[in-house]
């Protein structure tokens, strides 16, 4: 980050707008880690603008099904803690269980639900939301948490932030204002412009796929259970709707084949679909329209520097046939809230470097094993056969010993849950009370 002559000028007054923390970034990410700061009780000042969000909401409502997001039980608890999750329209359906495997049925050995009794509830290992109605519903508990004021002045073009110095905690704008804030959040995404002026580089690996997304209508029901199965391309996930003859696909192709099958004729995807996944839902069809988009890793090398701290895709870009970018993204969230209140509490500022290393501590940790995790099985079931065939085994193998000792299901789906380290506050905690929460708190 670079500082400005005008801000050492500036850095001597005392009547600027003064805020504990400043969020980058206009997108669910930053928008939901200034609800959490601020239901803490800190000041924050955000660069989500209420109207981007709600074209962004508009532009997806057409296809609320087209891009989902894989949310686990624990993620559920933080966005109900934030009023969010009350505010879904189209729902959410829980997956009871996984099957993983290779192209062959009997590839399909690896199963993740608990074995419960007839009197047990059914154990959920996550639900999938629709992106597009996350983000209308972030948008609506932003609105609500805003005064008729502030809710007037997100509507209007604010001024795009252009400098921040980490000496004096001045942000510079680009109409000549500025503030003091004494920490910088950054969750601006993947291309962050803060993470770049602070000189964290990162680590990057191009998979030389694409994702490609779409509602699919399966023949038979799918029971709630997703499917995840590696192909030598890359993995093709049918994930559960709220209808039970409805999937979320998520299929990695090389680029250019995901280019292709993302504009071709309907009955030509269709006709590529079904060869592929072999009848596991029986015939599956197209419903409504398909995207595809780039599949990349990326980490950075540092999650802070001077009053600086990465959150989400700023931080880390993983693959994702595990589901777990937006789950690793509110646990960023929940342990960026547990370490500034730790700082309040000691009388230190939220910028304050010491605490600010116990927060990459937690995150780089949990980050580094999701992205190791899910790059090594990417690349060992795309790699070459014999590679494919000693996985293929392996999985197996992991399958018939969760079947005998239950407790390595468990312990993986606690770490899906909650990640490596402790659980948040934002993670334990209790949906709010029905009043509080129509009240918008």
């Known amino acids: 980050m670079t500082a ?9 007054r005392n009547d600027l707008p003064n805020y504990d923390v400043a969020v980058m970034g206009r997108g669910n990410s930053a928008a939901l880690t200034a609800l959490a700061l601020a239901d803490s009780g800190f000041t924050v000042w955000t660069e989500t603008a209420q109207a981007s969000a709600e074209n962004m909401a508009n532009n997806e409502s057409a296809a609320t099904w087209q891009r989902v997001l894989a949310l686990s039980p624990g993620a559920r608890r933080a966005l109900e803690a934030l009023g969010v999750w009350q505010r879904l329209e189209a729902g959410h359906a829980p997956v009871t269980d996984i ?12 199963r993740f639900a608990a074995g419960t009794g007839p009197n047990e509830p059914v154990d959920v290992l996550s639900h999938i939301v629709s992106v597009a109605d996350l983000t209308a519903a972030v948008v609506a508990r932003s609105r609500a948490y805003m005064t008729p004021t502030e809710q007037a002045q997100a509507s209007e073009t604010i001024s ?13 704008f680009s109409d000549g204002s500025q503030i003091r804030t004494t920490l910088l959040v950054d969750a601006s995404g993947a291309h962050s412009i803060w993470r770049q002026r602070a000189g964290i580089s990162c680590m990057h690996h ?5 994702a490609l997304t779409a509602e699919i ?4 029901p799918h029971g709630q259970v997703a499917r995840q199965i590696f192909f030598r391309n890359g993995p093709l996930a049918l994930l559960p709707l709220p209808k039970p003859d409805r999937a979320a696909l998520v299929w990695s192709l090389p680029v250019r084949k995901a280019q292709a099958l993302a504009a071709c004729d309907e009955n030509l ?5 079904n060869a592929t996944a072999r009848g596991v839902f029986g015939q599956l069809h197209l419903i409504g329209p398909r995207s595809q988009q780039p599949l990349k890793a990326q980490i950075a090398e540092a999650f802070i520097g001077p009053r600086l701290a990465l959150v989400g895709e700023a931080a880390h870009v993983i693959h994702p046939l595990a589901g777990q970018g937006m789950n690793l993204t ?19 500022e939220c910028g304050d470097a010491t605490m600010l290393e116990n927060y990459a501590g937690l995150r780089r940790a949990d980050a580094f094993a999701a992205a190791f995790g899910t790059h090594a ?9 014999p590679a494919r065939m000693l996985a293929a085994a392996g999985m197996r193998g992991v399958g018939y010993i969760a079947d005998n000792w239950p407790k390595l299901k468990n312990v993986f789906r606690r770490q899906a849950n909650q990640g490596l380290g402790p659980l948040s506050d934002l993670f334990a905690s209790a949906p709010p009370k029905a009043a509080d929460a129509k009240k918008g708190r």
């Open 4 to 12: 400005k002559t005008k801000n050492n000028v500036a850095s001597e």
């Open 99 to 110: 099957a993983v495997g290779g192209p062959n049925d009997r590839d399909l050995p690896l």
């Open 160 to 172: 795009a932030p252009s400098d921040f110095d980490p000496r004096t905690g001045i942000m510079a």
């Open 206 to 210: 191009d998979y030389k796929c694409a």
């Open 217 to 220: 209508a399966l023949a038979a």
């Open 269 to 273: 995807f269709n006709g590529e679909l």
């Open 330 to 348: 509110l646990r960023d969230i929940g342990a960026l809230v547990d370490t500034l209140k730790n700082a309040r509490r000691l009388g230190l």
């Open 377 to 385: 099985l990417a690349e060992i079931f795309s790699g070459p056969a």
